[in-house]
């Protein structure tokens, strides 16, 4: 290959001022080493940016060792070849095929953001885009146009801000119901005075970076060089949409789109240990040899315990408020309105009972009173029916309370059935209810009978008074109602407590920790989610079998991972393969937007997750019914991984892919149980992409077959499952360490192939569309100041340039080009 160099120098060793000449490639060597050795004195030279100027010059001052004296300074034009540069970057007036793929437009407001999709929910979401415009030559010989566009999601922010938030409450409950779980002899109580104090201070960390997070201004979104900050560790890196509009002349346009991020995982804890995939598999194998010093409860028992709690938290207040429109509505003798408040609250109340139907809570009860100071048991008793006695009382028109139990005895005889009467009482006394209710209902259909038929009497009028007071026959039993749920409240809430203070005691400080680091990452886990799933639904709004997909299976969510399984990227893997898997806990519920804030909403718990997405009721009105209804939103996230740099080369000649090997086939089991519950419940012609159900089953097969086969740097898995997931409808990832190199790599490359497979690229020209979509002058043509991945490191420094070391020319073939220039401008200057 041969270069042609024209240099322009300024260098006051010499009057000339230009030179033209043309080298072989194999002369860069004898060059390089020659004024290597002529001008070892001069170590240090400041370089331009080459790839960032239009016109391909190179501008060079060099400086001597010895106090930094200014020797001369070279500017350099390098055009390549065979190739034919563009006079003007920003327009191509030619159709000829050797013609290089050019940039067509630059533009910092794209069409589909500024433009007719100018919506409040795109900018509520989206930031700063940046686009760029392309034509290339297709098959038949005539031109696409493709619109490809970046932006930054204020979603970065705001979804760890809005977590962080939940995790603070949740866990000041905790603390509460901690100091609430009552007397406890001296062990208990002690390891309950050190579970609390360690988990203040838990508390104060999410505090401190819940107020430094409110404090933050400008990028809105975490560079790759901010990944050890501590402020911001649960914000995602470089989380980024990544979308291209292709337009062409014979086929329909289509829109693809790729979310783009560094991987998640918790950098500021490092990985020394591994991530989390390991720490917990660890730390639970450590659990299980605590030995007396508390009880074990399996990870299911200790899940079963906060669910509870969450459905105590959440249908209690549900039944009171239930229960006060029943009374509401005997006030007012509306049969229509009692009809309907009795139905809701029969509903809740036996979701509420169904919620107890558990052995959990009765080992739980036994467990705590005996952490109770001088417990005795004994054998069980026949149960006093207190609730039926009440029950009959009622049908005699006598009004009597149920007797509510003893809470849970602390130095008294236990009766291990003490639980059962206390929790069948609260559906006897709505049984009750339900009997009285109908009662009234009764007597006032047969009094509106006689009264169509004949005169009420006297007599008849004053026993229709008399029996006609419906709030005061329900409201004894309503009450006995709440006084029944709230005794099942107290001694659940207690118990259940119980269960997570001993998870809690038999691994501190790792436990808190451990939540700490799935909290981070779980954080930027569902950032992007959130992200990506605000953009698919826009996207779709107007597709009807997208829509049905969305509320009848839910969407697939699949993570394209290129981390390696060596070193501390090993770690960063588990972190993201715990962080993903745990996406399967959150669901989407799609509301209607109440003011001009569009910003999702997110309710729940640790592991229970609901996101509100609101919407204009513009575009409201286009869902479906059962979306209009409030149902949740089921999403399926997959991860598939292929390390495919230099240190996965050392992986897998010195180290283990078993960790990347697990992986990909765990989650094509999740896809393998997507793909059949999507043809079971859609039917196969429901969307475009699924009138080849053959093609999709071949391309499972296939990428079966690729993760069984165990073949080095295997990218056919990336492609793949790339392919599934757009036939699926689904949201795609792409993500490596910061989302920067092997990321954009990527994308480009399923870009080119998209066009290539589904626009009719012209073959002879993918590699040229590959290299302009790569091409640093089609990416920005920002200032480096305006480039957040390199302006973090130079505040103190001019923004334009950078130092490098002579050392440096002997590892970059970069580098080595413009040493060569350098070196053969000085030596023409020296001895003209």
């Given at each position: 290959m041969c270069f042609i160099l024209a240099a322009k120098t300024n260098c006051g060793l010499c009057s000339c001022d230009c030179a033209v000449f043309s080298v072989s490639y194999k002369t860069f060597l004898f060059f390089l080493l020659f004024s290597y050795f002529l001008f070892l004195g001069c170590t240090t030279f400041r370089v331009g940016d080459l790839m960032k100027s239009k016109e391909q010059q190179l501008t060079l001052t060099l400086r001597t060792s010895d106090g930094g004296k200014t020797v001369g300074t070279i500017e350099v034009n390098l055009v390549k070849m065979g190739e034919i540069e563009d006079e003007e970057a920003d327009h191509v007036t030619t159709d000829a095929q050797d013609q290089k793929c050019a940039l067509v437009r630059e533009c910092t407001a794209p069409e589909g953001i500024s433009g007719k999709d100018n919506l409040p929910l795109l900018n509520a979401v989206l930031k700063n885009p940046i686009c760029k415009l392309y034509r290339f030559p297709t098959s038949d010989n005539k031109w696409m146009q493709i619109r490809e566009q970046m932006a930054e999601t204020t979603l970065s922010f705001h979804v760890p801000k809005e977590l962080i938030n939940l995790h603070i409450k949740e866990d000041m409950r905790r603390n509460q119901e901690l100091k609430e779980l009552g007397e406890l002899a001296p062990h208990w109580d002690n390891m309950r005075k050190n579970v609390i104090a360690h988990c203040d201070q838990m508390l104060s960390l999410y505090q401190d970076t819940l107020a430094e997070l409110g404090k933050h201004t400008g990028s809105s979104f975490k560079s790759s060089c901010n990944k050890g900050e501590k402020t911001l560790e649960f914000i995602p890196i470089n989380l980024h949409l990544q979308r291209m509009h292709v337009h062409s002349p014979c086929l329909k346009d289509a829109v693809y789109d790729v979310i783009t991020m560094g991987a998640p995982a918790a950098h500021c804890q490092g990985f020394k240990n591994g991530g989390l995939r390991k720490l917990l598999s660890k730390f639970e194998a450590e659990r299980r040899n605590t030995g007396y010093q508390c009880i074990y409860y399996s990870p299911e028992n200790t899940a079963k315990a906060k669910e509870v709690l969450s459905n105590i938290n959440h249908l209690q207040p549900l039944i009171s408020s239930h229960a006060d429109l029943l009374l509401n509505s005997a006030s007012q003798r509306s049969p229509d309105s009692l009809k309907n408040s009795l139905k809701m609250l029969s509903e809740?109340?036996?979701l509420f009972v169904h919620a107890f139907k558990d052995q959990l809570v009765r080992s739980a009860l036994l467990a705590l009173y005996t952490a109770r100071p001088g417990c005795v048991l004994k054998k069980p008793v026949m149960p006093r029916n207190s609730a039926e006695e009440g029950c009959d009382s009622q049908h005699q028109d006598h009004p009597s309370q149920i007797k509510r139990q003893d809470s849970i005895p602390h130095h008294s005889e236990y009766d291990e059935e003490e639980w059962d009467r206390v929790w069948a009482n609260v559906g006897k006394s709505l049984n009750c209810v339900i009997a009285m209710v109908d009662r009234l209902l009764e007597k006032d259909n047969s009094s509106n009978i006689k009264e169509g038929e004949n005169d009420p009497s006297p007599a008849d009028c004053k026993m229709s008074h008399a029996g006609g007071d419906w709030y005061e026959k329900l409201y004894p039993l309503v009450i006995t109602l709440k006084d029944c749920m709230g005794e099942v409240v107290t001694r659940a809430k207690q118990s259940m407590t119980f269960v997570l203070l001993q998870e809690l005691a038999c691994g501190l400080p790792q436990c808190l920790m451990l939540t700490l680091r799935r909290d981070i990452v779980f954080s930027q886990a569902l950032a992007g989610l959130v992200c990506g799933f605000i953009i698919k639904l826009h996207t779709g709004l107007h597709d009807q079998g997208f829509l049905q997909q969305l509320h009848t299976v839910g969407l697939l969510v699949q993570y394209e991972g290129l981390l390696s399984t060596y070193s501390e990227e090993a770690g960063m893997l588990e972190d993201m393969a715990v962080g993903?898997?745990?996406l399967q806990k959150v669901m989407f519920k799609i509301i209607e937007a109440k003011s001009d804030d569009f910003l999702p909403v997110i309710t729940g718990r640790r592991e229970h997750y609901v996101i509100e997405v609101q919407l204009p009721a513009k575009m409201f009105e286009l869902l479906p019914q059962e979306i209009k209804e409030g149902k949740l939103l089921h999403m399926y996230p997959v991860l598939f991984n292929v390390g495919i740099n230099e240190q996965q080369t050392l992986a897998e000649r010195f180290g283990d892919t078993t960790l990347q090997e697990n992986v990909n086939q765990e989650n094509f089991e999740l896809l393998k149980e997507y793909y059949k519950l999507f043809t079971e419940k859609m039917p196969p012609d429901c969307l475009p992409h699924f009138q080849e159900q053959n093609d999709l089953k071949g391309l499972l097969e296939n990428l079966h077959q690729n993760i069984q086969a165990k073949k080095r740097k295997n990218v056919e898995i990336m492609w793949l499952a790339a392919t599934i997931?757009?036939?699926?409808?689904?949201?795609?990832?792409?993500?490596?360490?910061?989302?920067?190199?092997?990321?954009?790599?990527?994308?480009t490359l399923e870009q080119c192939s998209i066009l290539r497979d589904e626009h009719q690229l012209h073959k002879d020209f993918f590699i040229r569309a590959l290299d302009c979509m790569r091409s640093r002058q089609t990416q920005g043509a920002l200032n480096e100041s305006d480039d957040p991945e390199t302006g973090c490191l130079t505040d103190n420094k001019p923004t334009s340039r950078h130092f490098y070391p002579v050392a440096?020319?002997?590892?970059?073939?970069?580098?080595?080009?413009?040493?060569?220039?350098?070196?053969?401008?000085?030596?023409?200057?020296?001895?003209?």
């Open positions: 809740k109340a036996e993903i898997s745990d997931c757009r036939k699926l409808n689904g949201i795609r990832f792409t993500c490596c360490k910061s989302a920067k190199d092997r990321t954009s790599m990527s994308v440096l020319l002997l590892v970059s073939s970069h580098l080595l080009v413009v040493w060569l220039i350098l070196s053969l401008a000085l030596l023409l200057a020296k001895y003209q």
